[in-house]
Nanobody, 126 residues
């Protein structure tokens, strides 16, 4: 199993940037693809970005393309989400999740990921 811990959230003005980290313990994170999801108050959880084990395949939601960048450092057992040009609609709790099947299932669905972190709050003020 792998345990995931997100960090890096906070309050930022629109147009600002944040970098989220997803650190793992237990099994090496290199064994898993990793996805980022977010959930705004009163809304369903939505897919943000995903990266395969070796970072050969990367996917983004249309709403964040060109603004967010997902990356990983397997030596550090960490996946990052660099968020720029933030908008108020990016506000929510951001979760990272690990997929042992390397995104062979639907990468956009939370049910494809077996392990989840506790989330980190991102608030973008207008």
């Amino acid at each position: 199993q792998v345990q995931l811990v997100e960090s890096g959230g906070g309050l930022v003005q629109a147009g600002g940037s944040l970098r989220l980290s997803c650190a793992s313990s237990g099994r090496a994170l290199s064994r898993y693809a990793v996805g980022w999801f977010r959930q705004a108050p009163g809304k369903d959880r939505e897919f943000v970005a995903a990266i395969s084990r070796g970072a050969f395949n990367i996917y983004y939601a249309d709403s964040v393309k060109g603004r967010f960048t997902i990356s990983r450092d397997n030596g550090m057992n960490t996946v990052f989400l660099q968020m720029s040009s933030l908008k108020p609609e990016d506000t929510g709790v951001y979760y990272c999740a690990a997929d042992p099947d390397n995104l062979t299932r639907s990468r956009y669905r939370g049910s494809s990921y077996d392990y989840w972190g506790q989330g980190t709050q991102v608030t973008v003020s207008s």
